[in-house]
């Protein structure tokens, strides 16, 4: 498998915030992250694609000045909420795929749950 | 936008019994499956994945089933076991204009095993 750790686990915000999600991938380095967003009771939405060196790519609908995505090395991508409002809550998962199992396996971290009062 | 339909959104079973969950798909990159196990606040968990060179996978007491022709899949849990109660997520492999993939993933299953 892979390990991939997140940061904060939770975090509450006041509206109008900006928060900052960091992913690690612990056991081997990915140039490639995902970040997807789930609502209760939801499904996993991808929300963008994490490109180490180079700019996110970002889901339909999603606003790519809004969820900012850094991905500075192989072993770390971050997101941050900016200007967090209330319909910004969620639970945040991050995903990388190991390239040495084939490089279909894709292996989520534990989420990171934001409130936004 | 690709779709998987998964079914049943929820699903109860009595220990000891058959959990079935299927999904559909209509298009994917290349034929491999995955199924993730999610338990609430947690992140998916990869539970079993099959490949295009089997029509059937089986993991302890957890399968796979493939029909190709169909565009389906199914899982498969024996002796479902109160610890199995969680959401589980389908998946296919989508291309992407780039030519890279991404996971389109199904609407999910509530499974409850009871006591």
């Known amino acids: 498998g892979a390990v991939v750790s997140q940061h904060p686990s939770w975090v509450i915000c006041k509206s109008g915030t900006s928060v900052k999600i960091e992913c690690r991938s612990l056991?081997?380095?990915?140039?490639?992250m995902f970040w997807y967003r789930q609502f209760p009771k939801q499904s996993l939405m991808l929300m963008a694609t994490s490109n180490e060196g180079s700019k996110a790519t970002y889901e339909q609908g999603v606003e790519k000045d809004k969820f900012l995505i850094n991905h500075a090395s192989l072993t770390l991508s971050t997101l941050t909420v900016t200007s967090a409002h209330p319909e910004d809550s969620s639970f945040y998962i991050c995903?990388?795929?190991?390239?040495?199992?084939?490089?279909?396996?894709?292996?989520f971290g534990p989420g990171t749950r934001l409130t936004v009062l | 936008q690709q779709q998987v339909k998964q079914s049943p959104q929820s699903l109860i079973v009595q220990k000891g019994g058959i959990s079935i969950i299927n999904c559909a798909y209509e298009?994917?990159?290349?034929?491999?499956f995955p199924w993730y196990q999610q338990f609430p606040g947690k992140g998916p968990a990869l539970l079993i994945a099959?490949?295009?060179?089997?029509s059937e996978k089986k993991e302890g007491r957890f399968t796979i089933s493939f029909n190709k022709s169909a565009k389906q899949f199914s899982l498969h849990i024996m002796d479902s076991q109160p610890g199995d109660s969680a959401t589980y997520f389908c998946?296919?492999?989508?291309?992407?204009?780039?030519?890279?993939?991404?996971?389109?993933f199904g609407t999910g299953t509530r499974l409850k095993v009871l006591a």
């Open positions: 998946a296919a492999p989508c291309l992407f204009t780039s030519g890279t993939y991404k996971y389109i």
């Open positions: 298009n994917t990159a290349f034929d491999y």
């Open positions: 099959i490949r295009p060179d089997v």
């Open positions: 995903s990388v795929r190991n390239p040495g199992l084939g490089g279909n396996e894709q292996f």
């Open positions: 056991d081997f380095q990915a140039t490639t």
